[in-house]
């Protein structure tokens, strides 16, 4: 029988824990794909004692028989995806023999990141605080139709493809006087280039298709988060891709018909990094509180990731464009400690009380929170429903009759084993 892609995606502003969830559901799924992003994604695992943080490369890498599909929709950088690899094999794991990369994904050319830099130093106040990977000036080649892609390398003139692109870079880093060598790392990345030619490059649209018609399943792993999609999310703050449900489709060449169940992923709090409206970010101890123990330091820049309460309007928006049918819960465990927990339940805007997350992203939100009874118990050795506390369960149960959707997996700890499914 044929099969439905299913998905996995972040429903806040990225690091909800994704990485760790597809490890734990890359078990049942032969075969797990990413559709959108690029090496701005750190998806950690942890496992039997190992620790990993993956970027391009699907997070079903770990699992033994597993296919990967870097899809159309990412962007790679050749150079991150060579140092993933060699961390990969390190495991004794051949990366050649669990990946499948789409001739059609876009490549990240070192003046790309050059050009990442030099805008955010252009930008002052209005920064992103991008990751600087490179993302966004490589997604605006790809849609000015100048970039330059995976099955390209295996061209000819790949050389002459690489030189006009690489032209086009340095005069715009001329024109924004940005001081840089624009050659520094480009013998680097030739030589990553040849790696990649090491590795099956396939017509994903096909390659995904023939896989889920011949009966096997697959997971679509999502990077970044709801709130960072480039249509839906606070913009200009947000990524450069379309991290929400419609991104699989273009991502992968999958029809919508053929998306199956859709996971998505959210912390009992919220945390964002690089700028933008955060209506429930906590300036004061709280913050820190919920900082301090969640560890929330960016797994790609290492930077302090902003904290705050948990937001359901936000959420309620996410679940509703994404079409979320399954709720997966990340660290409650770290709010163990908490007298009481907030969720916020509305905006007040210009003195208007309001479920709707507004368009414009300057405007000044009010968080109405509803509050909660802390359960002060530690959840992290729980493996069993029965066994949580009261307070902890009902304050699931708001959550999943605000958002209309069940609460299916429990995550209350960063290792594989620490997950209760309902
Ligand atoms: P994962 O997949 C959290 C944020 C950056 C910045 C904005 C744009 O690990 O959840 P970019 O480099 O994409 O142009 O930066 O998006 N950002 C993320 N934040 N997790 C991520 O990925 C992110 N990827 C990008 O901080 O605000
Ligand atoms: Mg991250």
Redesign the pocket.
Known sequence: MKKKIDVVL?LQ????G??KIVDVLASRYPAVARFQ?GP????SLQFEGHSFVVRSIPSGIFREGSVNVIGSGVVLDPVTFREECGNISKMGINPVERLVISKKAHLILPTHRLL?AASEAAAGKGK??????G??PTYSDKIARHGVRVGDILAPDFQARFDALKQRHIRLLNDMKYECNPEENEAEWMAAIDFLKKFQLVDCEYYVNDWLDSGKEMLAE????FM?DIDYGSYP????SNTTCGGVCTGLGVPPGKVGRVFGIMKAYCT?????PFPTELFDETGEELRRIGHEF????G?PRRTGWLDLVALKYAVTVDGVTDLILMKSDCLDTFDTIKACTSYKIGGEETTHFPFDTAAKIEPVYTEFKGWKKDLTGVRDEKNLPKEFTDYIAFIENYLGVPVKIISLGPDREATIER
């Open positions: 972040g502003w990225g690091d909800e994704k990485g992003g701005n994604a750190g998806h990442d992103i605080g991008s990751t600087l990977k993302i966004g999502g990077a970044q988060g960072l703050f947000v990524t450069s964002r990094v690089g700028s933008g960016g797994a790609v820049t930077r």
